[in-house]
């Protein structure tokens, strides 16, 4: 009931803030280099996660494998190991698909 009125609460409070921004104002070329040189470092960090995230993921469905492998008969293993290669690449969809959805929505 307590995360029922706190949700709300923060819906009644988020709302009015959206309908407060104006959209449709035009954009200087000013603002948008601000925006470019405040983006750049963030879009590098960005790019060093998302490669080390696949490097990592790589190393999970490696492991992934051949605990699927090594499981033999074992069920609980074998289904261990198909959830953790499940859960990988949903983990690399999400984080490569990232800026296509935000890129989508601003548009």
């Known amino acids: 009931m307590n995360k029922l ?5 923060l819906l ?7 309908f407060a921004v104006d959209f449709d104002e035009e ?3 000013e603002d948008k280099d601000t925006f470019d040189a405040i983006l750049e470092p963030v ?11 696949s ?3 790589v190393l999970f469905l490696l492991f992934a494998g051949v605990s699927f492998i090594i499981g ?7 289904e ?9 690449v949903v ?4 984080i490569w698909i990232a800026p296509y959805i935000v890129e989508f929505m601003v548009k």
């Not at 009644?12 to 959206?18: C, F, G, K, Q, R």
């Not at 261990?80 to 990988?88: G, N, R, T």
């Open 55 to 57: 490097v990592l993921a």
């Open 80 to 88: 261990d190991s198909k959830m953790m290669a499940m859960y990988v």
């Open 27 to 29: 954009i200087s070329e």
């Open 91 to 94: 983990g690399l969809a999400v």
């Open 43 to 53: 879009m590098k960090i960005y790019n060093f996660v998302k490669y080390s995230a």
């Open 5 to 9: 009125i706190v949700c709300l609460m």
């Open 12 to 18: 009644l409070l988020a709302v009015p803030m959206a």
């Open 72 to 78: 033999g008969k074992d069920v609980k293993k074998r």
